[in-house]
């Protein structure tokens, strides 16, 4: 965190990792989270007083200071108009710029390259929050051309926020006054996809935010900017991803090791690998944004053995989750995963398990999904390496039983209803 006053040098830099289906060894060795530091502002006080916290609430584990995109739950919430993240509920504005540069002209139409974006990442938001996120896209359908050579700003893969910000302040000059950057949440840059590397050679899609980069002379702050470069097999996705680090949602994957992203989430949340089967997010990430409510969430805080019935993540309604809170910064989440929705291209169906820590930092593995086959992989989609996970999910008379944690649980068959159920003990 920046000390007050300070201006932030250190703003979340969330860098999406690659995906191919080339695994080259040099592309793997980059890896995300570059800025160790975040700047984050002094917060505002929490608007009057609050009702008494739902029961489920026990299981909301706070936020922990000083972690970079914490898992935990913002005490007051952090999404919101002008606030540090853009609102997850309602109406989330995003002014969708297409930028081209004297070295790399756009070899099609600004209208065509909004399109590989637009409408599929509304309807994908739309899908994931059951209709809670309403996300307005105000497209500029043209090209601004930067001022510079694409290679004079120095963007490769980990470029930073001196790059970052002279380019912003250069796309500012270049719009000059055509372009009105007041009143929206989030700025989306779609670069011409020439500028630079293939995508599937390095990745420079990247989010930043935490510090404006540039304000305009009526004082609008690009503090949330999604920058998106190149083509890759993720397609839309990417700007899904993107937009999902200015909503306040981790990087899954590891940074340091990519590897290790086939022991941690996988491909069961577009946080993690944006180009999996399962294209959803994680219920705990649906909480988190205000896409489920408190009353589908069972917590279990007491000791004793309960059945408890789950319908699928990916449709409105009913249980979405079961969490088991282990401490201050740990807990278990149970979900029902279907082939379904944002999943609809989903491996495997199931009782998906993971262990969320709110202590661990964006890019450094803060979920770990619990693999019921962990010898297995299934379903290779985009190499053999990321497929590890895909048959995590639990069946009916699969369980798992970690005697360290005193948590167990048994997937019994589904009810006449169709809901799953899953029996779990807390020690
Ligand atoms: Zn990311």
Not at 199 to 223: K, N
Not at 409 to 423: E, H
Request: proline residues 8%.
């Amino acid at each position: 965190m920046a000390e007050p006053g300070r201006t932030p040098a250190a703003p979340h830099l969330l860098r999406r990792l690659w995906g191919t289906k080339r695994l080259r060894a040099a592309a793997l060795a980059v890896c995300g989270l570059l800025a160790a530091g975040s700047a984050v502002i002094a917060r505002p006080q929490p608007p009057g007083a609050q009702g008494p916290p739902p029961a489920s609430r026990p299981c909301a584990l706070r936020q922990v200071p000083g972690v970079a995109m914490s898992e935990g739950f913002a005490d007051p919430p952090d999404n919101g108009h002008g606030r540090e993240f853009a609102p997850s509920t309602g109406t989330v504005r995003a002014l969708t710029l297409l930028v081209d540069f004297p070295d790399a002209k756009a070899p099609y139409s600004a209208r065509e390259r909004y399109g590989e974006f637009f409408p599929a990442v509304p309807e994908w938001y739309a899908r994931s929050s059951y209709g809670r996120l309403r996300y307005e896209s105000t497209p500029v359908l043209r090209w601004i051309r930067m001022p510079r050579p694409f290679a004079a700003y120095g963007i490769g893969r980990g470029y930073g926020w001196d790059a970052h910000t002279e380019m912003m302040r250069d796309l500012l000059k270049a719009a000059g006054t055509s372009v009105d950057f007041r009143g929206y949440d989030l700025v989306n840059i779609l670069v011409t996809p020439n500028a630079g590397p293939p995508a599937d050679e390095s990745v420079l899609s990247v989010t930043w935010t935490g510090a404006s980069a540039a304000t305009t002379d009526d004082g609008a702050h690009l503090d949330k900017v999604s920058l998106i470069y190149g083509h890759d097999q993720s397609g839309f996705r990417v700007l899904a991803h993107e937009n999902g680090h200015a909503l306040g949602l981790p990087d899954l994957y590891s940074a340091d090791d990519f590897q290790r992203t086939d022991r941690l989430a996988g491909q069961w949340d577009t946080m993690s690998l944006d180009w999996g089967l399962q294209g959803d997010l994680l219920a705990w990430h649906k909480w988190k944004l205000g896409w489920i409510q408190d009353r589908q969430v069972d917590c279990v805080t007491a000791p004793g053995t309960r059945t408890y019935r789950l319908r699928p993540l990916e449709t409105p309604g009913g249980t979405k989750a079961v969490v088991v809170p282990l401490d201050a910064t740990t807990a278990y989440v149970l979900e029902l995963r279907e082939a379904l929705g944002n999943d609809k291209d989903a491996c495997r169906q199931g009782i998906l398990a993971y262990r969320v820590r709110t202590d661990v930092d964006s890019g450094r593995g803060p979920v770990t999904v619990l693999d019921s086959h962990p010898r297995t992989s299934a379903c290779d989609f985009s190499s053999s390496t990321f497929n590890g996970l895909n048959d995590a999910p639990y069946a009916p008379g699969e369980g798992w039983k970690d005697t360290a944690d005193g948590l167990s649980f048994t997937v019994l068959p589904p009810d006449a209803a169709g809901d799953w159920q899953v029996r779990v003990t807390r020690r």
